[in-house]
């Protein structure tokens, strides 16, 4: 299928001027999501888009338009719309599309073509089965709020007429549930989820014992008195403070000033036991992909070794003007220009288990949840304040909930 793709963004590259620019994306995907209340569906829906984006650069101006057709009629159309608004657009010497860097493309094995033969009807059942599952963790579980499943099966492919032409195609699904505990007039909610690439990976009771222990262990919490104290981070909670730390190291950032990183390259930034990897090639990451938004090829980029703040990411047009080679972390789909960002970050695992981490630190919190992160951050200064809830450390041993 992804081949069709090819050909459509070929045959709209073949349009080119001599004296421009052109590159093509193309894309199409099918969706369900289900949501189950109380044994009954409470929402199914099914879509599928479709759609061109083009890029035109001439006299170092840019224009870009799209369409949501891969109609033959829309082509040409979205192709002269790219051209017009490019005579509109202020000049920078710095545009220009992404050129083949000799990095080859991996094979990552991200489609699963028994996703599409799974019926409605079977992913409805994982829904219900994962409600009954959390309902019948715990007794104290008193509500289910939401139990969903959803997949998705895209296909991609991107060429220009600097040589780029590349093609890929994904399939991911997952189900996630939001649960309510109640005791002694608290209440406390919780969540939980499985992800894969077809419904045979996901696990349903991982997903409900996630839910209810997050919502039963905080029953009966208290408010702590104020102090300076070690805290070890829920993994999840880790996650998120990653996502923010992996948005100040894009170089999109980082040439608007907009990060605490900015001209400390080579510099100690965290602890030597910090390394920090940006890795779509890793094929057990939801977010793995074979090429980026400009159609490079994937791999592995490590931001901070050993504490030491190593590079950051880039697409073609932050790493023209930081100086330095595209990373291939473009960001994007049909719709829009090439963002930066990271695609697949994480930390390199240490040695110590939860428990081993809880013994060491003796007494302190386990931070199980934050809220308000993302407007409680200033990512120049690196400072951040939030909301928390999570569990007393005490003698090394979890004790009772904040």
Excluded: W
């Excluded at 081949?3 to 969706?31: K, M, N, P, W, Y």
């Excluded at 980082?254 to 920090?276: I, N």
């Amino acid at each position: 299928m992804s081949e069709e793709l090819l050909a459509i963004g070929d045959r709209i590259v073949g349009l080119a001027r001599d004296d421009e620019q052109v590159e093509v994306v193309v894309g199409r995907s099918t969706s369900t999501e289900v949501r189950v209340y109380e044994g009954e569906v409470e929402q199914l829906a099914t879509a599928t888009t479709a759609g061109i984006g083009v890029r035109v650069i001439a006299g170092n101006r840019q224009g870009f338009a799209y369409a949501g057709s891969l109609d033959d009629d829309v082509l040409a159309e979205t192709l002269a719309d790219a051209r017009d608004n490019a005579t509109f657009a202020t000049p920078d010497e710095f545009l220009g599309l992404a050129e083949p860097d000799g990095v080859p493309v991996p094979e990552l094995d991200l489609y699963r073509e028994e996703l599409a033969k799974v019926s409605t009807e079977a992913k409805i059942d994982l829904a219900v089965e994962l409600e009954r599952a959390v309902r019948a963790a715990d007794g104290r579980i008193t509500g289910v709020e939401s139990c969903d499943y959803a997949d998705d099966v895209s296909e991609g492919a991107v060429v220009s007429t600097t040589g780029i032409r590349a093609a890929g195609r994904e399939t991911s699904c997952y189900v996630a549930t939001y649960c309510v505990a109640e005791a002694d007039d608290d209440t406390q909610t919780g969540f939980g989820f499985s992800v894969g690439r077809s419904p045979e990976d996901l696990d349903v009771a991982v997903a409900a014992g996630d839910a209810s222990r997050r919502a039963t262990r905080l029953l009966g919490a208290v408010q702590p008195a104020s102090g300076r104290v070690t805290v070890v981070l829920d993994p999840y909670v880790t996650a998120q403070l990653l996502g923010i730390i992996g948005s100040t190291l894009s170089g999109e950032s980082v040439l608007k000033g907009r990060s605490l990183f900015a001209d400390r390259l080579g510099e100690e930034v965290a602890s030597s036991l910090v390394t920090l990897v940006d890795d779509a090639t890793n094929p057990l990451a939801y977010s793995a992909s074979e090429t980026d938004g400009e159609g490079l090829a994937s791999r592995r980029n490590v931001l901070i070794d050993g504490g030491r703040l190593e590079r950051f990411v880039h697409n073609a047009y932050t790493a023209r003007r930081a100086g330095t080679v595209s990373t291939a972390n473009a960001v994007r789909g049909f719709s829009s220009t090439p963002g930066v960002g990271c695609r697949a970050l994480s930390l390199a695992p240490g040695t110590a288990t939860q428990a081993q981490l809880l013994a060491e630190v003796g007494d302190g919190v386990l931070i199980s949840s934050v809220s308000g992160l993302h407007s409680g951050v200033n990512p120049v200064s690196g400072d951040f304040s939030t909301g928390a809830e999570g569990l007393r450390i005490v003698g090394g041993e979890l004790g009772e909930p904040l």
